[in-house]
């Protein structure tokens, strides 16, 4: 069983930067495709971006694309989201995940083993 804990979100002005950090605990982490997916209210959850198993290779939703980077530490079984200039639109609560097929750092909803509880990141106008 893995265990994932989302940390970092908060209460930010739009254009302003926040990091969300993602620890697992359980499993090999160096073995899982990571993903970080939002959801706001009313809305279906959403892939947000996603990191291979060694960091080499990511993916991101094209809403996010220039402002966000993931990022993995295997050594402290972390993964990172860095959100640089955020928007209102950006609110949401951000969700941690562990794929459960495949090596894309691409992941569906539906292709998901492991969720974190979320974080909430609220961003102001």
């Known amino acids: 069983q893995v265990q994932l804990v989302e940390s970092g979100g908060g209460l930010v002005q739009a254009g302003g930067s926040l990091r969300l950090d993602c620890a697992a605990s359980?499993?090999?982490?160096?073995?899982?495709?990571l993903g970080w997916f939002r959801q706001a209210p009313g809305k279906e959850r959403e892939f947000v971006g996603g990191?291979?198993?060694?960091?080499?290779?990511?993916s991101y939703a094209d809403s996010v694309k220039g402002r966000f980077t993931i990022s993995r530490d295997n050594a402290k079984n972390t993964v990172y989201l860095q959100m640089n200039s955020l928007k209102p639109e950006d609110t949401a609560v951000y969700y941690c995940a562990v794929k459960m097929y495949g090596s894309s750092p691409y992941v569906y909803p539906t292709n998901v083993a492991y969720w974190g509880q979320g974080t909430q990141v609220s961003v102001s106008s």
């Open positions: 990191i291979s198993r060694s960091g080499d290779r990511t």
């Open positions: 359980g499993g090999t982490f160096s073995s899982y495709v």
